[in-house]
């Protein structure tokens, strides 16, 4: 079992910054070897991809976030953490943290986090 636990939602003015941070806990896995992604789920959407972040530190970003967001991983604070820069109104969501562990058949399981609220204000 992961917990993932996430942190640095609010309001923030168009034009503005946050940067959310996912911990892992409880997990009989290394962190280094989990993929993280953070996801984004605005009122009546799906939800989305953001970004990703392998464990060889690779980075995928949706296009809508290209050049203002920012994902990193620390993996001696089992953090992974998202800048973002440049907000705007159609960022605002509900941000929630997911890994990706693969355990020793191969087999991938995601845990998600509870999510954390963002909000941009025009």
């Known amino acids: 079992q992961v917990q993932l636990v996430e942190s640095g939602g609010g309001l923030v003015q168009a034009g503005g910054s946050l940067r959310l941070s996912c911990t892992t806990s409880g997990s009989t896995f290394s962190f280094n070897a989990m993929g993280m992604g953070w996801y984004r789920q605005a009122p009546g959407k799906q939800r989305e991809l953001v970004a990703v972040?392998?464990?060889?530190?690779?980075?995928t970003y949706a296009d809508s976030v290209k050049g203002r967001f920012t994902i990193s991983r620390v993996n001696a604070k089992n953090t992974v953490y998202l800048q973002m820069n440049s907000l705007k109104p159609e960022d605002t969501a509900v941000y929630y943290c997911k890994a990706e562990v693969v355990n020793a058949l191969g087999y991938p399981r995601d845990y998600w986090g509870q999510g954390t609220q963002v909000t941009v204000s025009s």
């Open positions: 972040i392998r464990s060889v530190g690779s980075t």
